[in-house]
């Protein structure tokens, strides 16, 4: 009802430009995921704290579908243990994707929209410890690259004919990073990201 709603609510000011810009904040909530450490021999779950970070997203449109670029960071904490060791490390992950996106109702000043992607994470970081709140690194892990598949929904709600605040829900399903050790086998994991931020149509 809602959406018939806004679509009643016809954009006096015609159709929108073609190029969008648009910054968000994010938050990452990341499935813990049962890798294999040593070959194979050791069960190890590993998992990532919910962290914050922000997006920087370009569309292009051809009527009403368009392609997306995006690039993410987001800083975190990864989390190892088993029933012979247990570890803490920081890690920053960078992403970029492409992806196809469909738009709704263009007209509206409530523009609900779809997407699906693909691209990749790239994820550094550093075994230490955190004491009284202070995290203190031990030793360099170096890079770690991950494909990724990326999917989601949101809407555009337009204040005016170039101005506008996004909101979107992301899914992330990925590998989890093993920073080239080839001793430790990542299992799949996916992140649930929840964001909001503005948008410049140009």
């Given at each position: 009802m ?10 006096d000011?015609?159709?929108?430009p073609?190029?969008e810009?648009?910054?968000s ?6 499935r813990?995921?049962?890798g ?5 021999a050791i069960?190890t779950?590993?998992s990532s ?5 922000g997006s920087v997203e ?7 579908n368009?392609?997306e ?8 904490d ?8 247990t570890?803490?490390m920081s890690?920053t992950?960078?992403e970029?994707t492409?992806?196809y996106?469909?738009r709704?109702f ?10 699906f ?5 790239v ?5 230490g ?5 202070i995290w203190?690194p031990?030793d ?5 690259g991950?494909?990724q598949?990326?999917?989601g ?7 005016s004919?170039h101005f506008?605040?996004?909101t979107s829900?992301?899914?992330h399903?990925?590998r989890?990073p093993?920073f080239?050790d080839?001793?430790?086998h990542a299992a799949?994991?996916f992140?649930a990201?929840?964001?909001?931020g503005?948008?410049w149509?140009?």
């Amino acid at each position: 009802m809602l959406l018939n709603f806004c679509v009643a609510i016809a954009d006096d000011e015609g159709g929108r430009p073609s190029s969008e810009l648009s910054a968000s904040g994010i938050a990452q909530f990341t499935r813990p995921a049962l890798g294999l450490a040593n070959y194979g021999a050791i069960p190890t779950m590993q998992s990532s704290k919910d962290s914050y970070g922000g997006s920087v997203e370009y569309r292009h449109w051809f009527g009403n579908n368009g392609l997306e670029a995006t690039y993410s960071v987001v800083a975190s904490d990864a989390h190892f243990w088993s029933p012979v060791v247990t570890w803490k490390m920081s890690l920053t992950r960078h992403e970029g994707t492409i992806s196809y996106v469909r738009r709704f109702f263009p007209y509206s000043r409530l523009n609900p929209y779809m997407s699906f992607g693909a691209g990749g994470f790239v994820t550094h970081g550093g075994l230490g410890w955190r004491q009284n709140g202070i995290w203190i690194p031990h030793d360099y892990l170096g890079v770690d690259g991950q494909f990724q598949m990326r999917g989601g929904v949101g809407f555009d709600l337009w204040r005016s004919r170039h101005f506008g605040v996004r909101t979107s829900y992301i899914v992330h399903w990925f590998r989890a990073p093993n920073f080239s050790d080839a001793s430790y086998h990542a299992a799949r994991a996916f992140i649930a990201e929840p964001q909001i931020g503005f948008t410049w149509a140009f």
